[in-house]
T-cell receptor
Framework: AAGVIQSPRHLIKEKRETATLKCYPI?????VYWYQQGPGQDPQFLIS???????DKGSIPDRFSAQQFSDYHSELNMSSLELGDSALYFC?????????FGPGTRLLVL | AQKVTQAQTEISVVEKEDVTLDCVYE???????LFWYKQPPSGELVFLIR??????QNEISGRYSWNFQKSTSSFNFTITASQVVDSAVYFC??????????????FGSGTRLSIRP
Protein backbone atom coordinates (compact mmCIF):
# COMPACT_ATOMS: atom_id res chain seq x y z
CA ALA A 1 0.00 0.00 0.00
CA ALA A 2 1.14 3.53 -0.74
CA GLY A 3 2.51 5.47 2.19
CA VAL A 4 3.21 9.10 2.97
CA ILE A 5 6.27 10.36 1.11
CA GLN A 6 8.54 13.01 2.52
CA SER A 7 11.48 14.71 0.88
CA PRO A 8 14.24 15.21 1.47
CA ARG A 9 14.92 12.54 4.06
CA HIS A 10 17.96 14.36 5.42
CA LEU A 11 18.85 18.03 5.27
CA ILE A 12 21.79 20.00 6.60
CA LYS A 13 21.56 23.77 6.75
CA GLU A 14 23.48 26.65 8.27
CA LYS A 15 21.99 29.08 10.76
CA ARG A 16 19.84 31.79 9.15
CA GLU A 17 19.32 29.74 6.00
CA THR A 18 15.94 28.59 4.71
CA ALA A 19 14.59 25.09 4.18
CA THR A 20 11.60 23.62 2.40
CA LEU A 21 10.23 20.23 3.36
CA LYS A 22 7.80 18.43 1.10
CA CYS A 23 5.06 15.94 1.89
CA TYR A 24 3.02 13.78 -0.47
CA PRO A 25 0.03 12.25 1.34
CA ILE A 26 -1.44 8.85 0.79
CA UNK A 27 -3.68 9.00 -2.33
CA UNK A 28 -7.24 10.19 -1.56
CA UNK A 29 -6.27 11.45 1.90
CA UNK A 30 -7.61 14.98 2.29
CA UNK A 31 -5.83 16.08 5.46
CA VAL A 32 -2.16 16.74 6.06
CA TYR A 33 -0.43 17.38 9.40
CA TRP A 34 3.09 18.51 10.30
CA TYR A 35 4.84 17.53 13.53
CA GLN A 36 8.26 18.33 14.95
CA GLN A 37 10.14 15.84 17.12
CA GLY A 38 13.19 17.07 18.98
CA PRO A 39 15.85 14.63 20.22
CA GLY A 40 14.42 12.37 22.92
CA GLN A 41 11.05 14.10 22.80
CA ASP A 42 7.57 13.26 21.64
CA PRO A 43 6.23 14.69 18.37
CA GLN A 44 4.70 18.14 18.69
CA PHE A 45 1.92 19.30 16.39
CA LEU A 46 2.77 22.26 14.17
CA ILE A 47 -0.03 22.77 11.66
CA SER A 48 -2.69 20.95 9.65
CA UNK A 49 -4.60 21.39 6.42
CA UNK A 50 -7.97 19.99 5.44
CA UNK A 51 -8.98 20.22 1.80
CA UNK A 52 -6.19 22.73 1.17
CA UNK A 53 -7.30 25.09 3.93
CA UNK A 54 -5.43 25.53 7.19
CA UNK A 55 -7.51 23.79 9.83
CA ASP A 56 -5.46 23.95 13.02
CA LYS A 57 -2.28 25.54 14.26
CA GLY A 58 -0.03 24.43 17.07
CA SER A 59 3.28 25.64 18.36
CA ILE A 60 4.63 26.67 14.99
CA PRO A 61 7.13 29.55 15.00
CA ASP A 62 6.31 32.62 12.94
CA ARG A 63 9.44 31.84 10.91
CA PHE A 64 7.70 28.75 9.59
CA SER A 65 4.88 28.66 7.07
CA ALA A 66 3.11 25.89 5.27
CA GLN A 67 0.53 25.29 2.61
CA GLN A 68 -1.32 22.50 0.89
CA PHE A 69 -1.53 22.56 -2.88
CA SER A 70 -4.25 21.57 -5.33
CA ASP A 71 -2.76 18.07 -5.67
CA TYR A 72 -2.90 17.78 -1.85
CA HIS A 73 0.84 17.74 -1.36
CA SER A 74 2.12 20.08 1.31
CA GLU A 75 5.26 22.09 1.91
CA LEU A 76 6.70 23.38 5.16
CA ASN A 77 8.86 26.45 4.66
CA MET A 78 11.32 27.33 7.38
CA SER A 79 13.25 30.60 7.36
CA SER A 80 15.99 32.11 9.53
CA LEU A 81 16.87 28.66 10.78
CA GLU A 82 18.13 28.35 14.34
CA LEU A 83 20.14 25.61 16.02
CA GLY A 84 17.03 24.67 17.97
CA ASP A 85 15.18 23.84 14.76
CA SER A 86 17.27 20.69 14.43
CA ALA A 87 14.73 17.93 14.69
CA LEU A 88 12.84 15.18 12.91
CA TYR A 89 9.91 16.64 10.98
CA PHE A 90 7.01 14.34 10.29
CA CYS A 91 4.19 14.74 7.89
CA UNK A 92 1.06 12.67 8.39
CA UNK A 93 -2.06 12.26 6.31
CA UNK A 94 -5.54 10.99 7.04
CA UNK A 95 -8.88 10.42 5.38
CA UNK A 96 -10.82 9.67 8.55
CA UNK A 97 -9.56 9.46 12.12
CA UNK A 98 -6.23 7.70 11.80
CA UNK A 99 -3.09 9.65 10.93
CA UNK A 100 -0.44 7.78 8.99
CA PHE A 101 3.01 9.18 9.29
CA GLY A 102 5.74 9.54 6.71
CA PRO A 103 9.32 8.49 7.38
CA GLY A 104 10.27 12.01 8.44
CA THR A 105 12.84 14.58 7.36
CA ARG A 106 15.83 14.85 9.65
CA LEU A 107 16.96 18.47 9.71
CA LEU A 108 20.31 19.45 11.15
CA VAL A 109 21.09 23.14 11.56
CA LEU A 110 24.78 23.96 12.03
CA ALA B 1 -6.85 20.51 28.11
CA GLN B 2 -5.77 17.19 26.75
CA LYS B 3 -2.86 15.29 28.26
CA VAL B 4 -1.33 11.85 27.91
CA THR B 5 0.91 10.41 30.60
CA GLN B 6 3.23 7.48 30.12
CA ALA B 7 4.84 7.08 33.52
CA GLN B 8 7.25 4.37 32.41
CA THR B 9 10.19 6.09 30.75
CA GLU B 10 12.13 2.90 30.03
CA ILE B 11 11.39 -0.79 30.36
CA SER B 12 13.84 -3.61 29.80
CA VAL B 13 12.78 -7.26 29.74
CA VAL B 14 14.21 -10.53 28.55
CA GLU B 15 12.90 -11.98 25.33
CA LYS B 16 9.71 -14.03 25.65
CA GLU B 17 8.57 -12.16 28.73
CA ASP B 18 5.22 -10.38 28.69
CA VAL B 19 5.33 -6.61 29.13
CA THR B 20 2.64 -3.99 29.69
CA LEU B 21 3.01 -0.34 28.77
CA ASP B 22 0.82 2.00 30.78
CA CYS B 23 -1.03 5.02 29.45
CA VAL B 24 -3.27 7.44 31.30
CA TYR B 25 -5.04 10.29 29.56
CA GLU B 26 -6.95 13.44 30.43
CA UNK B 27 -9.56 15.12 28.28
CA UNK B 28 -12.76 17.11 28.68
CA UNK B 29 -14.08 15.86 25.38
CA UNK B 30 -16.86 13.32 25.51
CA UNK B 31 -15.80 11.84 22.19
CA UNK B 32 -12.16 11.20 21.43
CA UNK B 33 -9.72 8.74 19.93
CA LEU B 34 -6.81 6.94 21.50
CA PHE B 35 -3.82 5.60 19.61
CA TRP B 36 -0.62 3.67 20.03
CA TYR B 37 2.32 4.32 17.72
CA LYS B 38 5.65 2.50 17.57
CA GLN B 39 8.91 4.28 16.76
CA PRO B 40 11.73 1.79 16.07
CA PRO B 41 15.38 2.90 16.03
CA SER B 42 15.06 3.74 12.34
CA GLY B 43 12.83 6.65 13.36
CA GLU B 44 9.56 6.22 11.55
CA LEU B 45 6.23 6.33 13.39
CA VAL B 46 4.21 3.20 12.86
CA PHE B 47 0.48 3.17 13.60
CA LEU B 48 -0.57 0.24 15.79
CA ILE B 49 -4.16 0.84 16.90
CA ARG B 50 -6.95 3.39 17.20
CA UNK B 51 -9.71 3.22 19.78
CA UNK B 52 -12.92 5.27 19.87
CA UNK B 53 -13.99 6.60 23.26
CA UNK B 54 -17.39 4.95 22.97
CA UNK B 55 -15.93 1.51 22.32
CA UNK B 56 -14.39 -0.05 25.41
CA GLN B 57 -14.02 -3.48 23.94
CA ASN B 58 -10.51 -4.79 24.38
CA GLU B 59 -8.61 -5.82 21.31
CA ILE B 60 -6.07 -8.48 20.52
CA SER B 61 -3.89 -8.60 17.43
CA GLY B 62 -1.42 -11.45 17.46
CA ARG B 63 0.97 -10.88 20.37
CA TYR B 64 -0.43 -7.38 20.98
CA SER B 65 -3.43 -6.58 23.14
CA TRP B 66 -4.96 -3.36 24.39
CA ASN B 67 -7.00 -2.72 27.53
CA PHE B 68 -9.15 0.43 27.39
CA GLN B 69 -10.82 1.43 30.66
CA LYS B 70 -12.76 4.65 30.52
CA SER B 71 -13.44 4.59 34.27
CA THR B 72 -9.74 4.97 35.01
CA SER B 73 -8.86 6.90 31.81
CA SER B 74 -6.33 4.27 30.87
CA PHE B 75 -5.37 2.62 27.61
CA ASN B 76 -2.69 0.03 28.35
CA PHE B 77 -0.77 -2.00 25.81
CA THR B 78 0.52 -5.52 26.42
CA ILE B 79 3.03 -7.44 24.34
CA THR B 80 2.95 -11.17 24.95
CA ALA B 81 6.07 -13.28 24.42
CA SER B 82 8.18 -10.27 23.55
CA GLN B 83 10.76 -10.41 20.79
CA VAL B 84 13.91 -8.41 20.13
CA VAL B 85 12.16 -6.77 17.15
CA ASP B 86 9.68 -5.23 19.58
CA SER B 87 12.44 -2.95 20.88
CA ALA B 88 11.29 0.59 20.16
CA VAL B 89 9.79 3.69 21.69
CA TYR B 90 6.05 3.36 22.06
CA PHE B 91 3.82 6.41 22.13
CA CYS B 92 0.31 6.55 23.46
CA UNK B 93 -1.69 9.41 21.93
CA UNK B 94 -5.04 11.17 22.04
CA UNK B 95 -7.07 13.25 19.63
CA UNK B 96 -10.39 14.99 19.77
CA UNK B 97 -13.10 13.58 17.56
CA UNK B 98 -14.31 16.29 15.22
CA UNK B 99 -16.77 16.22 12.37
CA UNK B 100 -13.79 16.27 10.04
CA UNK B 101 -10.58 14.31 10.35
CA UNK B 102 -8.39 17.33 11.05
CA UNK B 103 -7.71 16.76 14.73
CA UNK B 104 -4.18 17.10 16.03
CA UNK B 105 -2.69 14.25 18.00
CA UNK B 106 -1.38 14.82 21.51
CA PHE B 107 1.39 12.36 22.27
CA GLY B 108 2.62 11.02 25.57
CA SER B 109 6.31 11.23 26.33
CA GLY B 110 6.86 7.66 25.16
CA THR B 111 8.14 4.48 26.75
CA ARG B 112 11.43 3.07 25.51
CA LEU B 113 11.14 -0.70 25.45
CA SER B 114 14.27 -2.82 25.23
CA ILE B 115 14.00 -6.54 24.72
CA ARG B 116 17.18 -8.40 25.66
CA PRO B 117 17.99 -11.68 23.93
Amino acid sequence: AAGVIQSPRHLIKEKRETATLKCYPIPRHDTVYWYQQGPGQDPQFLISFYEKMQSDKGSIPDRFSAQQFSDYHSELNMSSLELGDSALYFCASSLEETQYFGPGTRLLVL
Amino acid sequence: AQKVTQAQTEISVVEKEDVTLDCVYETRDTTYYLFWYKQPPSGELVFLIRRNSFDEQNEISGRYSWNFQKSTSSFNFTITASQVVDSAVYFCALSEAKYSSASKIIFGSGTRLSIRP
